[in-house]
């Protein structure tokens, strides 16, 4: 016998988990796409088979809701006396020495610079002429952050303390990070009614989960050896806890206080929309509706003052400081008390130091005369980015390719040249060896001609199960599948689709910009001087102020909300691209560095796949991110999930808001499980 023929047959090469899925979701676009046609509920689930319409869950919530709705009318005017005392308190304390307070708090904290950023926020809210609306946005603050504190420790204790109930806890955490914060006012406004006590609430239940999350890291960050020392000289477990726990976990504790600070001041001026004190919440909301874009920015850059004050204050308190002298702060409050006394005496009233409204009505008068100006080039970017970019994604090519957009109607053999133009490019990749990515882009460009807001329901389930398995396995995929069937019996598909297409073409922006702006940032330290604190500025800018820019110059519509949803989505995506580009190890620089490699060589051999998984939390930040502004940029023209979820609270359609809310809820956490297994899958592979 020959040797050929003695030699043992060629092994088949083996296909990947990530290969299976794609091919299943390929298969299953492409039954679709043929039987749709014959078929059309398979992209239209018709509405006899809505299990559960919003009507029914209204009916059901508000008999469930009666009970206890005594009780929260009883809590209602209980926590209205801590907020009219806190008020009154704000509104009664001199600005000379509110001022000064501050500015000394400031000193203490962080020296002159400190004091000098206290100093000249609040002068600048001052001469804004919003100070009353300023007071009285703080008092809601002040009263809703202890509140929050205490529910975020004792949920951190609990999780430390009782091992059982820490995974639970756990997921109730990611369940409140992913629903939208317009879903927490219906249900309140029902049970609390309507008035700044709802805001309070609201604001306390959204700031919480941050400081739960980080009492509960700190916890697990306690050295081993510190709780072992504890233990061996006879520490009962409350001496544990709270003489050696908490403080060793201090700085973490901080930083949730820190978060618990900026949430709660975002989410008190999202409560404006149901009522408040008159504050700056309200002022924003009301001059936008009223197209004075000068006084709305000027408003908006009053919350960014003390947002930024805020950040800066109580972040730099989980952090050690150098000492300053006391007698210092006592001398600024020694000035404050003067200026008081020689000014505020004679000038109580802070609207007579209001210099800035000239400004904002020279704002509205300049930006009058641009978009007079220059109206049809902001027309024609806004039509050309909708026309050629957002319509097709949204309704695919079939539908937005028309004669009066493009120049020529798309017709069937179009679509046919497409599909087979995307299965050759697909089998190219995949007979150079790269066999997922060649079906993957066969089933992007399918996306693309089909538009993601008609994609069939079969195919989006397949689609999330088998992103579920690769991603987490069968547990995963499973709960992936029935959370979206539990959105396609309800009623809201159609919706939810709107929402996803919105959420994607925003990432898809994100990815590109911020993955280049971060790329830059990496390789050349002199753009990263540039951008950082651009991105600081960024992340301290509360949801609802991101609006105001895009609405002076593109006006209400998708393509505002599109800008809004991007602009608050890009950091995280920048900061996290260049971290993992930086943060690659020496020693395999050096290895690469050795063997010849370029720059080019070293960033995409090298540092790119260690950067991977620190990239793709920055994708999953950026998803969650661009979900929660998504309920906000209904404010000015979306017909999504958002849009549901704001008409369901003017009209206090409890169904719908709960309804809206859980779907969009639903979407975020199904993207954030998936992109947290696709990373946690990157970090095992690198022996992470």
């Not at 209001?354 to 109206?375: M, N, Y």
């Not at 990263?528 to 949801?543: A, E, K, Y």
Request: contains cysteine; proline residues 5%.
């Amino acid at each position: 016998m020959s040797a050929l023929s003695e030699a043992p047959p060629a092994a088949r090469p083996q296909l990947g988990p990530g290969t299976w899925a794609a091919l299943v979701t390929l298969l299953a676009g492409a039954l679709c796409l043929i039987f749709a046609p014959r078929l059309p509920w398979l992209t239209a689930w018709p509405a006899d088979w809505v299990l559960l319409d919003t009507k029914s869950l209204s009916a059901w919530l508000e008999a469930a809701l009666r009970f206890i709705r005594p009780a929260a009318r009883l809590v209602s005017a209980l926590l209205a006396y801590p907020m009219g005392w806190a008020n009154a308190l704000f509104l009664a304390t001199p600005w000379p020495l509110f001022i000064g307070i501050v500015t000394a708090i400031g000193w203490l904290i962080g020296g002159a610079a400190m004091a000098s950023l206290g100093f000249l926020g609040l002068v600048f809210v001052l001469i804004s002429g919003y100070w009353a609306e300023g007071m009285s946005t703080l008092a809601l603050v002040a009263v809703s952050v202890p509140v929050a504190l205490l529910a975020g420790l004792a949920i951190g204790l609990l999780a430390n303390e009782v091992p059982r109930v820490k995974g639970a806890v756990q997921v109730l955490l990611d369940v409140m990070q992913t629903v939208p914060t317009f879903a927490y006012l219906t249900p309140l406004v029902l049970l609390f009614g309507f008035g700044p006590v709802v805001g309070l609430i609201a604001s306390a239940i959204y700031a919480a989960p941050p400081m739960a999350r980080n009492v509960i890291l700190g916890f697990e960050r306690v050295e081993t050896e510190i709780k072992e020392a504890a233990i061996m000289s006879g520490a009962t477990r409350f001496q544990q806890l709270f003489q050696v726990e908490i403080p060793a976990a201090g700085r973490q504790i901080m930083v949730g206080f820190n978060q618990c600070l900026m949430a709660a001041l975002s989410m008190v001026i999202i409560a404006a929309v149901i009522g408040g004190f008159n504050d700056i919440g309200w002022e924003v909301l009301l001059t936008m509706r009223k197209a004075l874009f000068g006084q709305s920015l000027l408003a908006g850059l009053v919350i960014v003052a003390f947002a930024v004050v805020i950040d800066r204050m109580s972040g730099a308190l989980a952090f050690e400081r150098a000492r300053h002298d006391r007698r210092v702060a006592l001398a600024i409050l020694g000035v404050a008390l003067l200026a008081t006394l020689l000014v505020w005496w004679r000038h109580p009233d802070p609207e007579a130091f209001r210099l800035l409204t000239p400004l904002a009505e020279a704002v509205d008068k300049g930006l009058g005369a641009f978009t007079a100006s220059q109206g049809a080039t902001l027309d024609a970017l806004k039509n050309n980015a909708m026309f050629y970019g957002l319509l097709p994604l949204r309704i695919g090519l079939d539908d937005s390719v028309l004669p009066f957009t493009w120049g020529f109607q798309w017709t069937a053999w179009m679509s046919g040249a497409w599909f087979a133009v995307a299965a050759l490019a697909g089998l190219a990749l995949a007979l150079s060896g790269r066999v997922t990515a060649g079906i993957a882009l066969t089933i992007g460009l399918g996306i693309i001609e089909t538009g993601i807001a008609q994609l069939p329901w079969p195919f989006v389930l397949i689609g999330a199960g088998a992103l579920g398995h690769v991603a987490g396995g069968r547990r995963l995929a499973l709960l992936s599948v029935v959370l979206l069937l539990a959105i396609l019996v309800s009623g809201l598909w159609d919706r939810a689709l709107l929402s996803l297409y919105l959420c994607t073409a925003s990432v898809v922006a994100c990815v590109l910009v911020g993955g280049a702006l971060g790329l830059a940032s990496a390789v050349s330290p002199t753009v990263w001087r540039v951008v950082r604190p651009v991105c600081d500025m960024l992340q301290t800018i509360p949801l609802f102020v991101f609006l105001i820019p895009v609405l002076m110059f593109f006006q209400i519509g998708e393509f505002s909300a599109f800008l809004a949803i991007c602009a608050y989505a890009v950091v995280p995506m920048i900061r996290y691209t260049r971290h993992g580009l930086v943060e690659t190890p020496p020693e395999m620089v050096e290895a690469a560095t050795a063997a010849g490699a370029t720059t080019w060589q070293m960033l995409r051999d090298v540092r790119a796949p260690w950067a991977a998984p620190t990239i793709l939390l920055g994708l999953n930040q950026t998803i969650l991110y661009a979900f929660s502004m998504l309920v906000i940029a209904a404010l000015i023209g979306t017909t999504d999930l958002g849009q549901s979820i704001f008409l369901a609270l003017g009209q206090a359609d409890i169904g719908l808001g709960v309804s809206a809310g859980a779907a969009m809820a639903i979407l975020a956490f199904i993207a954030d499980r998936l992109v947290q297994g696709f990373a946690r899958g990157q970090r095992e592979a690198l022996g992470l």
